[in-house]
């Protein structure tokens, strides 16, 4: 048989000839990863070769059972005459898409970073492979990271698992030559742009209400004892640099006669023996500003300072935490054990690059010459544990939106209009689904045991908000895993369902998809793109302050310096301006063709609400 045969000879050829040879083994996670144990890599696609000079031969294709195993049988004298196999294992993901008839279909990718051993001249009728090692979808040891995430370390064989698509980074790449000022002529931002066309619109009180309530961070009011609203942003607990001024801040709000909620005062609280005092600093007593009891110039430099805190917890807290770290959390033991689940098809696109941006915000965000350490109070080393709280104190488990608060609060109304296009999604899905999702449902049971066995602790949260609703509740689950309860609750506790528990259960994945799938879409999309609102104008809001800006002794010096300012523009709109990634755009095909249909149909809805639905981000890719 001539050599350009042998290229092409698939296992489909080998019905011509007997199967006359096994080869089998097991796939596991990697040990070291895994404290030792031997943890099973089920429900994996995998294709036996014979490993060529030229273009592999492929003999085989199997599906790893529950415990890891796989069996290929196949034809040796497949790979060529004369040719004793010298065989290889390769280990793939499947990917969904769809198709122009709107048909799913998938797609085999090889996983990344594995390599397969090859085992030479293998003459024997049934070969073992033993255990075969793959690095998949490791955790980064919590000591380290603080967070559940993805190891990441190409020097020790742990690759990112998954990179961006590549459209996604043809765009990367020009906005990395804008951004290195290559041709980065950065536009005025909204917030600059509104207040030089009418004084007082992004400077003003009420704009600052509106900032509250619909901006880059949209807050959860919580109710004082005397009737008043207020938000407050604390650096307790928090390691500080000892440099930048970081008072606490609270900001009180009360409705007028109208029933339109109003900036009242706000609180600045300082750290006893000056704001160079580290994080276990006793506090001072808070002092009170507002419009009618001080100056205009200090009004507007405490406003300056709120509006300090604001952007830099939702940097960190609402967004990185939030979003970015808060979804990895569940991608990661999701992608170990979730595959043949129908779960998977429906949720994989909004995951997918994720892990790569995050780890690219090691470097852009939060690495050691990045934004936030060198721009604010907020050291290197409690970057990680600030954003963590981001998420302690976030549940899927009970979830729902947020209700209006008062009149302009369009915030609260977009976000429960897209929880409703989110929820008959998902009620369209499992009904079509059901069957195939009760089937597999041993995955979604260990993709709950290692989402609450790799759980951060539970954060109870302090006050009582106008609305609990987004409020990780103390009636939730939350298992003990060591010494603490951890903040997640588990998504079940059974490994099949029966008449008796399947109910309750898939009421409790549903929940727990209409939570993921607002959180990587319309909720991401909301924080990411409003950023370059305050941050493209230092002089409106930086990350922190250089000193106190009220000190006399610093009357007409900047509290920001050159560079820092640009980093903050050239960082907000790095990451605003990534276009490449949205639902109704569809770029990669993957988008759930009743996901777009739905919010078609509620297109002018949006539209009435000033919102545009080409807007929303498909995942968390930048």
Known sequence: RSTVSVLYWTFDKQEESKM???????????????????????????????????????????????????????????????????????????????????????TDVPVTGYEAEVHNDVALERYDF????????????????????????????????????????????????????????????????????TPGASLGDDALVDMMLNGFNPCVPQKAADGRLYVEFKYDGILLDGVHHAPNTRAYFKYDKDKQLRLDTI???????????????CLGEPVVYSAATSSAEDWAKVKRMWRVNYF??????????????????????????????????????????????????DQLLTGGTALVPQGSAVTIDSVATAARGGFTTMNWDSWTPRSKLTQGHYFAELQTKFWEVISQHVEEYFKEHEKEIVNQWKEIFLWSDELVKNGVPYTQQEGNYYDNSEVNKASSPHPKVGHCNVSVSPITTVEALNNGNKKENLEKL?????????????????????????????????????????????????????????????????????????????????????????????GQEFANMNYDINDVRCCINT
């Not at 004298?77 to 065989?87: F, H, N």
């Not at 919590?142 to 990112?160: C, H, I, Q, W």
């Not at 609180?267 to 600093?281: F, P």
């Not at 790095?574 to 078609?600: C, S, V």
């Open 510 to 602: 549903k929940q727990l998809c209409r939570y993921l799938l607002l959180l990587t879409t319309f909720k991401h999309s909301w924080v990411n793109d409003t950023q370059y609102d305050i941050g493209g104008w230092p002089e409106f809001a930086t990350l922190g302050l250089d000193f106190n800006i009220l000190d006399p002794v610093h009357t007409n010096k900047d509290p920001v310096t050159e560079p820092i300012k640009k980093k903050h523009i050239v960082t907000t709109w790095f990451l605003r301006n990534q276009k490449w990634g949205y639902i109704m755009k569809n770029e990669a095909k993957d988008m759930h063709p009743r996901l777009r249909e739905l919010l078609t149909a509620a």
């Open 267 to 281: 609180e600045l609280t300082d750290r006893i023996g000056g704001y160079q005092r580290g994080h276990d600093a």
């Open 312 to 361: 830099l917890f939702g940097e960190v807290v609402t967004h990185l935490g939030g979003t970015h770290l808060n979804i990895e959390q569940y991608i990661v033991p999701m992608m170990r054990n979730v595959r043949l689940n129908p779960v998977f098809n429906l949720l994989f696109p909004h995951f997918y690059g994720t892990v790569s941006i995050n780890h690219g915000a």
């Open 130 to 197: 033993g255990d075969i090692e793959v690095k998949y979808w490791e955790y980064w040891p919590m000591a380290e990271s603080y967070t559940p995430r993805l190891y990441v370390n190409p020097d020790k064989g742990f690759p990112l698992m998954q990179e961006q698509r590549p459209g996604r980074n043809a765009e990367e790449k020009k906005k990395g030559l804008e951004a290195a000022g290559v041709y980065f002529k950065p536009p005025m931002c909204k917030t600059q742009k509104e207040e030089m066309e």
């Open 20 to 106: 006359t040879s096994i080869a089998y083994g097991r796939l596991i996670f990697c040990k070291e990863m895994n404290g030792g144990e031997v943890k099973p890599l089920h429900n994996m696609k995998v294709k036996l070769f014979d490993d060529d000079v030229g273009p592999d031969t492929l003999l085989a294709e199997a599906m790893t059972d529950m415990e890891g195993r796989f069996k290929f049988t196949y034809d040796p004298k497949a790979a060529g005459w004369l040719d004793t196999p010298d065989l290889k294992v390769m280990v793939y993901e499947v990917q969904p898409q769809y198709d122009k008839e709107k048909k799913l279909v998938t």
